[in-house]
C-alpha cells in the first residue's frame, strides 16, 4: 500500500485506459492494420488511369464555370452580380488607367489589363468575390524591369514611340513568362508554394513597394521629370531627385493634386461614415476622373499651364499577338517574383472570402486561372494581374453573388474601349498618381505591423523589417529573394533553439509540465521526463541530443531513484505475441523517457544520433523509452534499425502517462491487466 502511495497511482482511482500499455500492446489492441504501401508504377497508373466518370470530374474541376453556370439562379443572383459588376467596372477604370502609368506603358494597356482577365477568370476561377484585375504592387514591378529599356541605336536617336514599344514588348514578354510559370506550378500541385511566403515578410515586402511607388508618384503629382532608377538604393536615389527638384514643381499640377487629393480622401470617410445607408459605395475615383478631365479640356490645363495629361487612348480591340521571347533570361528571376506575389494576394484573400461565405476555395485551380489570365492575357498586350483587396472587398459589401460579376465588368470595359476611351486622352496624369497613393493607404497602414508585432512575436517582426530594409536596398525581384532567404534562416534559427524540457506530474492528475514553468509539478524520483517540442534533423540533432545528455546526468545526481524498479523490456509473464522482445530483465538506476509527441519528423543523422545516446545509456544504466512518437516518426525509426536494434518495441508508450505507469508498476502486473482487460473488456 505504502509503495502504492509513494508512486502516485492509487489502484482504486485507476480506469481501465490508466492500464500501462506498450506500443505493441496497444497495436493488439487496437487491432491496427498495416497501411498498404503502392510501388512508383502503381502510383502512376492511379494517376493515369481513365473513365467517363474521372474525365467528367477533371473537366468540370479545371473549367469551374462548367459545374456553377447550368445551376445559376437568375431569380437569386443576378441582382446582387449585375450591381456589382457595373460597380467594379466603374472601379476599374480609374485603377486600370493610373496602374498601367506604373507599369510605364500607355494607359489603353491598363484597360486591355482590365478586360481580357476578368473573362478568363470567369471560366477558370474558383473564388465568387475575388477581383482580379490590375494591382499596385505587381504593376510597380513590372514598371522596375521596363524602366531597364535602353535601345539598341546606331548613333541615331530613337522617337519615344520606340522606347513606348520597347517597353510594351517588355512588360508583355514577362507578363507572359509569368503566366507559364504559374502554369507550370499548378501542373506540379504547386498551390502550397506560397506558404514559404510568411505573412510578416509578404507585409514587409508589399509596405516597400508601395513606398517605392509613393516615390515614383510624387514626381507627377508635383509635375517635375523625375529619372527611374535602377539597381541598389533606387528609391532613395529617386526620392532624392524628386526632393531636389521640388522647387521646379509646376503650380498647376501641384494645385490639381492638392485639390484631388482633399476631393479623394473626403468622398472616401462619407462612404465609410455612411456605409450602413449607402446601397452601393460611391464610386469617387471615377467622379474624380470625370471632373478632371472636363476641367483639364475647358481650360487647357495641358496647353496653358504644363499639366501631363494621358494622351492618345486609341479605340478598339488589340489583335492577339504571341509574344516573342527573346530576353528570357533575363527575365525570369522578375517573372517568377511576380508570379508568386500575384498568386500570394490571389491565395491569401480568396481563402479569406471562401472562410468567411463557406464555400470550396481551390488554390492549385486558382493557379491555372491566374496563369491562363496571364499568359493569354500577354497575347493581347495585357501586363500582369492579381487581385485586388480594396476592390474585393467592394464586391462582398455590394452583395456578389458569383464570378459572372467579372464578366459584366469586363463588358463594361468593353464599351469603354469601344466607345468612351477618346474622352479620357485629356485626363491629367496627376489626377491617376493621387488615385493610386489614396488607394494604397489600406497597405501603408501596415506600418503599425511594428507596434502589434514587437509585442507578440519579434522574430516576425525581424522578418518584417529586414524584408522591408531588402526591397528599399535593392530592386523588387531581388528584394523578395533577400526577404525569402532571410524569412528561411530565421525558420532555421527557431529550430535550432534550446526546445529540451524537463517534466515533472502535477499532483492529483496525469499531466505533466515544465518543472520551471510550474511550482507543482514534481518529479517522479529517478525518472527524467524530456519533452522535445520541435523536428530533430542534422542542424539541431547535435543541440537537442547534447542537452538530453547534460539533463539526464543532473537527475542523477539531484533526482535519484529511491527504489530500483525492474524496468525490463520484456517479461516471462508476457505472451510472445504481445511482445518482440526476449531480452533478459535489466535493472536500470535511472530512467529516462522521451515525450516526442511535438516530434513530426526526423533524418538519418538525427535517427543515427538517437541510437548512439541509448547505448551509451544503457552502458550507464539509464534505461531509455519513447512515448507518444508519431505514426511517420516510429516508421522512420524502424527503417532505420533504431526499432528494434537499439530500442525493442515494450519501450514505445502512446502516451507519457503510460510510460510513467510501466516504470512505477511492477512488471508481472501490468502484463496481468492487459490480459485480463482484453477477456472482460475487449
Known sequence: MDAIQQSGFPHSSQPYHAVPLDEAQLDILGHRVEKKSRSVLERVK?????????????????????????????????????????????????????????????????????????IIYFIFGTSRHLSVGTFAVVAIMIGSVTANVELLSNGVDESPDDVVAAKVNLAV???????????????????????????????????????HVAFLQMSHILGIPAQRHTGLLASARTLKDVLYRVPNAVPGTLSLSVVSVVILIA?????????????????????????????????????????????????????????HLSQVRELFIPALSAALVCF??????????AHKHGYHFDPNQELLALGLCNAIGAT????????????????????????LAGLISALIILAILLKIGPFFEQLPKAVLSVIVLVNMQGILAQFRDVCVLWKSERLDLLA???????????????????????????????????????????????????????TEAAQIPGVTLISCSC??????????????????????KENPDVVHHDSSSSSPASPSSLSSSSAEAL??????????????????????ELCKVVQDFEVQGVGVFLSACPERVLLQLQSHGCIPDSLPTARLFPSVHHAMQHHLSPGPWRYVSFTLMLNSEF
Open 46 to 118: 492511379a494517376q493515369c488511369w481513365c473513365s467517363g466518370s474521372r474525365l467528367k470530374s477533371c473537366m468540370l474541376g479545371c473549367v469551374p464555370v462548367l459545374s456553377w453556370l447550368p445551376h445559376y439562379s437568375i431569380r437569386e443572383n443576378i441582382m446582387g452580380d449585375l450591381v456589382s459588376g457595373v460597380s467594379l467596372g466603374v472601379i476599374h477604370l480609374p485603377l486600370g488607367l493610373a496602374n498601367a502609368m506604373l507599369v510605364g506603358v500607355p494607359a489603353v494597356f491598363g484597360l486591355y489589363s482590365s478586360l481580357y482577365p476578368l
Open 173 to 211: 514578354q514577362l507578363t507572359f513568362l509569368c503566366g507559364l510559370i504559374q502554369i507550370g506550378l499548378y501542373v506540379l500541385r504547386g498551390g502550397g508554394v506560397c506558404r514559404w511566403l510568411s505573412e510578416p515578410m509578404v507585409r514587409g515586402y508589399t509596405t516597400a513597394a508601395c513606398l
Open 267 to 323: 468622398g472616401k470617410m462619407l462612404n465609410e461614415r455612411f456605409k450602413n445607408k449607402l446601397p452601393v459605395a460611391i464610386p469617387w475615383e471615377l467622379i474624380l476622373i470625370v471632373l478632371a478631365t472636363v476641367v483639364s479640356v475647358q481650360m487647357d490645363l495641358a496647353g496653358q499651364h504644363r499639366v501631363q495629361v494621358v494622351g492618345l487612348i486609341p479605340s478598339g480591340l488589340s489583335s492577339p499577338v504571341l509574344p
Open 344 to 353: 500570394s494576394f490571389q491565395s491569401a484573400i480568396g481563402k479569406a472570402f
Open 380 to 403: 493581347f498586350q495585357c501586363f500582369a494581374v492579381s487581385s485586388s483587396f480594396s476592390r474585393s472587398l467592394v464586391q462582398d459589401s455590394i452583395g456578389v453573388k458569383s464570378q
Open 464 to 518: 518584417w523589417v529586414l524584408s522591408l530594409i531588402s526591397t528599399l536596398i535593392f530592386n523588387l525581384d531581388l528584394g523578395l529573394a533577400v526577404a525569402v532567404i532571410f524569412s528561411l534562416l530565421i525558420l532555421i534559427y527557431r529550430t535550432q533553439k534550446s526546445s529540451a524540457a524537463v517534466l515533472g506530474r502535477i499532483g492529483g492528475t496525469d499531466c505533466y509540465r515544465d518543472v520551471q514553468r510550474y
Open 535 to 556: 523536428p530533430i534533423y542534422f542542424a539541431n540533432s547535435e543541440l537537442i541530443f547534447t542537452e538530453i545528455r547534460e539533463k539526464v546526468s543532473y537527475g542523477q
Open 587 to 608: 535493472t536500470y538506476s535511472h530512467c529516462l523517457i522521451l515525450d516526442f509527441s511535438s516530434v513530426n519528423f526526423m533524418d538519418s543523422v538525427s535517427m543515427t
